[in-house]
């Protein structure tokens, strides 16, 4: 048997024409402020990228720089003023900050209806209640791939690696949430291929490349990667992709799997804050 | 083999007792105000028992009764003030509400530091996000009282039955803290015992008589239960205490197991809420 193989790239392009299709109905579009500090290269390429879609989906781009030099005074100031303002209806503070600033402070200071990325303290008990908010754009994406490929979810038995905030624990939710059996799995589990093997559904969210090979994946399975790392031989996820896809009834490849998901849930977030 | 039985009144008055120490330390005794809507028997039973066991530890006793017939704008202003009431260190706003009333956006006024049941959005999100907060009583009293005979939870298998606001899902994310592998089971779980013989802790918080017994209990494992009704055979948990005593390492009774937990760790969260 070969593994469907989950391709983020086309669930992502619908998921980004929908939010498009969103923006054109409302009467006024929403206006996204990404927030960069600093001139971390990969920051900066993946900010770029964000108001790259953001912008051909018919999103206002309301984009600050600050140096990486800026006080948590000013930037404290500067995301108070966003919030405030009836014209941005989602703020993007781009993580990592220098080290010499207090990213959660900052992050509480975005109003929950505009945190576009569901890293604030409300929106996370919001999910962890079960109630409308907004959620992290990662496991969001992981959900919708799962939903465009009919992925049952309802009585599986799903198993998370990772205890992340922003992708394991509300993965973890969103699952149980959708009324999977829900495990979670970290680096203290005991035997990691024994658990990830009662899977019906396994997302992998270690930041280990090639953690999960054949023997932690059930015949049949699901497997979706959220790692993505650069080696000397190009992209690679946290698992081994080749040898699960063997084994697996379905999988993402990395790259154009779940990475493609988390910008366009961006896009459907932003969307959906304009609305709240 | 017989289980160890966990005894939860004996735990508990050591709880009790290091809160009531806490509080003759302090400055100024914390205040607790209970908030008591309309006359739900067992609600009054409830409010009566925290109330006196508090004024045993010294807490302030501020309690505050309104009929049934209060409207959501009067009892948000009495929330409100004794919020802004710098004498007023906690409140608790006892459930459930008559059915007129709008529970969780009365629950949202509580500030967050003196929310000593854990219900506010912020703190489940500060439970969900790892940081440090006023988590729901119950769970945390299972906790305790885990520790208290000294239960191992890293790298444990952890299985918790019920994905309740108020204890499955804050149990999970306490058990996952502490670095159990975590399982979430509810009502679409497709093999409940199966899933429950993996456990080494077994927290069972179904709501339903009885729900577990010896076929779903891996010898030697450690069964906690949250359960408590009343039956014609006097008080009952979620779990066949008889069958499943003789297959555990370790059970709780009902009653006197995780009841009398719950108690004391209002106490320990209400001195917690004062020192914030």
Do not use: W
Request: hydrophobic share 45%; with cysteine.
């Amino acid at each position: 048997m070969t593994a469907t193989v989950l391709d983020g790239r086309r669930v992502a392009e619908k998921v980004v024409a929908a939010a498009a299709g969103d923006v054109a109905a409302l009467a006024r579009a929403p206006g996204l402020a990404t927030v960069l500090v600093g001139d971390d290269p990969a920051s900066e390429i993946y900010v770029r990228n964000k108001r790259r879609r953001c912008v051909a989906a018919g999103i206002r781009d309301l984009h600050r720089r600050f140096g990486a030099d800026v006080t948590q005074d000013e930037l404290a100031g500067a995301i108070r003023a966003l919030g405030g303002d009836p014209g941005v209806t989602g703020i993007l503070l781009q993580l990592p900050l220098p080290p010499h600033l207090d990213a959660d402070a900052l992050v509480s200071l975005i109003p929950p209806d505009k945190d576009v990325d569901g890293l604030t303290e409300i929106n996370a008990g919001r999910l962890a209640l079960g109630r409308p908010g907004l959620s992290p754009c990662t496991p969001l994406g992981v959900l919708e791939l799962l939903d465009a490929h009919g992925i049952a979810l309802a009585g599986a038995e799903a198993v998370v690696v990772g205890r992340s905030n922003l992708v394991g624990k509300p993965m973890a939710q969103l699952l149980l949430r959708r009324h999977a059996t829900v495990t979670v799995c970290h680096s203290r589990t005991r035997d990691l291929a024994a658990v990830c093997r009662r899977a019906d559904v396994l997302v992998v969210a270690a930041g280990i490349p090639g953690l999960i090979s054949a023997d932690a994946v059930k015949p049949g399975a699901t497997v979706v990667d959220v790692g993505i790392h650069r080696t000397p031989d190009g992209l690679r996820g946290d698992v081994d992709f080749d040898a699960v896809r063997v084994v697996a009834g379905a999988i993402t490849p990395v790259p154009g799997g779940v990475g493609p998901m988390t910008i366009a849930m961006l896009l459907a977030n932003t969307v959906a804050a304009a609305g709240r």
